[in-house]
């Protein structure tokens, strides 16, 4: 038996978490789920989003699957999202984006994988007032920080099978935070011969992208641009509703969706599970489950392919438990 964290989350996240949970129990992938909250609604009731017991379960299960957790704008309690990544050093986010059969889109034969540093850069929030006329945030990019993450980039791309890795970066303008992010991955790329490297500003890599993203295979970002391309990526292939993303640090791992809590849709069983349910796949692979992934990939793309057993998001009449129930049936044919 594995032991996993499951963490419901805010709006949405409570029935695509329950969705993605009994898709898992069908899968014949034996796990034990410990259910922990955090986000807003933790915070009404605890005065906390983030509850120390729910920490704790992460450390001693080092697995985590999570739901979407609100981030109040502006004011309000900081992100439980970026908490969870600081405390676990969860220093890789890796989002695989494709095209997926049955999927309309603009595009066809996508298929390639974000990796975004997810400790560093603008992103940390390290920030002040300078009295009340300016405000400054300092950009951290540290050469440890960018080591480790070019070498997931590539270590990815070998496992995996990839011929490519790009590095995304605005070295031109800032020389040394970007200058050294670049500098690493090329360092890094020297070890990997059989894995072809490119660099790319920023700007025109999204033009790029949007052009003819079949030609991107890994993709390996500083935190802020990473986070910026990753939900471009997502709309070339059909939305956030769709796409799976990993957080990963030595110790622990914990599997989200790329979308938020979407609190319009939230308690009306319309949100498509479909992300969290494909970042279980992941969490599954992670685990040694190979099989029980394939099995659940596998029911979901037969579903789109046929197009109709499917959420309404995508075109088809199913609400979020619905689609659950038709990937198990899928996977017992
Ligand atoms: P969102 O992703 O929650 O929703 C944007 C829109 O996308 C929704 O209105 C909906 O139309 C659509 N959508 C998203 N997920 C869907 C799904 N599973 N099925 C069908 N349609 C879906 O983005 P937002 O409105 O900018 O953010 C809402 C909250 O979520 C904010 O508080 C934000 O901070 C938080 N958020 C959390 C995470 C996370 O927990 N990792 C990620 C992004 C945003």
Same mark, same amino acid.
Request: hydrophobic letters at 40%; proline letters at 5%; glycine letters at 10%.
């Given at each position: 038996?594995?032991?996993?964290?499951?963490?419901?989350?805010?709006?949405?996240?409570?029935?695509?978490?329950?969705?993605?949970?009994? @898709?898992?129990?069908?899968?014949?992938?034996?796990?034990?789920?410990?259910?922990?909250?955090? =986000? #807003? +609604? !933790?915070? +009404?009731?605890?005065?906390?989003?983030?509850?120390?017991?729910?920490?704790?379960?992460?450390?001693?299960?080092?697995?985590?699957?999570? =739901?979407?957790?609100?981030?109040?704008?502006?004011?309000?309690?900081?992100?439980? $999202?970026?908490?969870?990544?600081? #405390?676990?050093?969860?220093? +890789?986010?890796?989002?695989?984006?494709?095209?997926?059969?049955?999927?309309?889109?603009?595009?066809?034969?996508?298929? /390639?994988?974000?990796?975004? #540093?997810?400790?560093?850069?603008?992103?940390?929030?390290? #920030?002040?007032?300078? *009295?009340?006329?300016?405000?400054?945030?300092?950009? /951290?990019?540290?050469?440890?920080?960018?080591?480790?993450?070019?070498?997931? +980039?590539?270590?990815?791309?070998?496992? $995996?099978?990839?011929?490519?890795?790009?590095?995304?970066?605005?070295? $031109?303008?800032?020389?040394?935070?970007?200058?050294?992010?670049?500098?690493?991955?090329?360092? @890094?790329?020297?070890?990997?011969? !059989?894995?072809?490297?490119?660099?790319?500003?920023?700007?025109?890599?999204?033009?790029?992208?949007?052009?003819?993203?079949?030609?991107?295979?890994?993709?390996?970002?500083?935190?802020?641009?990473?986070?910026?391309?990753?939900?471009?990526?997502?709309?070339?292939? *059909? &939305?956030? =509703?769709?796409?799976?993303?990993?957080?990963?640090?030595?110790?622990?791992?914990?599997?989200?969706?790329?979308?938020?809590?979407?609190?319009?849709?939230? &308690?009306?069983?319309?949100? $498509?599970?479909?992300?969290?349910?494909?970042?279980?796949?992941?969490?599954?692979?992670?685990?040694?489950?190979?099989?029980?992934?394939?099995?659940?990939?596998?029911? @979901?793309?037969?579903?789109?392919? =046929?197009?109709?057993? @499917?959420?309404?998001?995508?075109?088809?009449?199913?609400?979020?438990?619905?689609?659950?129930?038709?990937?198990?049936?899928?996977?017992?044919?």
């Amino acid at each position: 038996m594995h032991k996993v964290t499951l963490i419901p989350g805010d709006g949405i996240g409570p029935e695509v978490a329950e969705a993605a949970r009994r @898709v898992v129990d069908a899968s014949g992938a034996g796990i034990e789920w410990h259910v922990h909250p955090a =986000g #807003e +609604a !933790q915070m +009404a009731v605890s005065g906390t989003p983030l509850p120390e017991e729910t920490l704790d379960s992460v450390r001693s299960d080092r697995v985590a699957l999570k =739901g979407p957790i609100t981030t109040p704008v502006g004011s309000g309690f900081r992100s439980v $999202n970026v908490a969870l990544r600081k #405390e676990f050093d969860l220093y +890789a986010n890796v989002r695989p984006l494709r095209s997926l059969p049955g999927v309309k889109t603009r595009y066809e034969g996508v298929d /390639l994988v974000v990796v975004r #540093e997810n400790t560093e850069d603008l992103y940390a929030g390290i #920030e002040h007032m300078i *009295g009340d006329y300016a405000a400054e945030s300092i950009k /951290l990019i540290t050469r440890t920080g960018s080591e480790r993450i070019a070498r997931y +980039a590539f270590d990815y791309a070998v496992a $995996n099978g990839r011929k490519k890795v790009t590095a995304i970066h605005k070295a $031109n303008i800032m020389k040394c935070t970007d200058g050294l992010f670049l500098d690493v991955c090329r360092g @890094v790329a020297a070890e990997y011969p !059989q894995i072809e490297f490119t660099d790319e500003i920023v700007d025109a890599a999204c033009m790029h992208i949007v052009q003819r993203p079949e030609q991107y295979d890994v993709l390996v970002l500083p935190n802020l641009y990473g986070d910026i391309m990753s939900d471009l990526c997502a709309g070339l292939v *059909g &939305g956030i =509703g769709l796409a799976p993303s990993a957080n990963i640090g030595k110790d622990c791992a914990i599997f989200e969706a790329v979308h938020g809590s979407a609190p319009k849709h939230a &308690g009306k069983n319309d949100a $498509n599970p479909t992300a969290l349910i494909l970042s279980a796949v992941m969490m599954l692979r992670h685990l040694g489950e190979r099989e029980a992934a394939d099995r659940i990939e596998g029911a @979901v793309l037969s579903l789109f392919a =046929g197009g109709e057993r @499917v959420t309404r998001d995508i075109g088809g009449s199913l609400g979020t438990s619905e689609f659950a129930d038709a990937v198990i049936e899928e996977m017992s044919k």
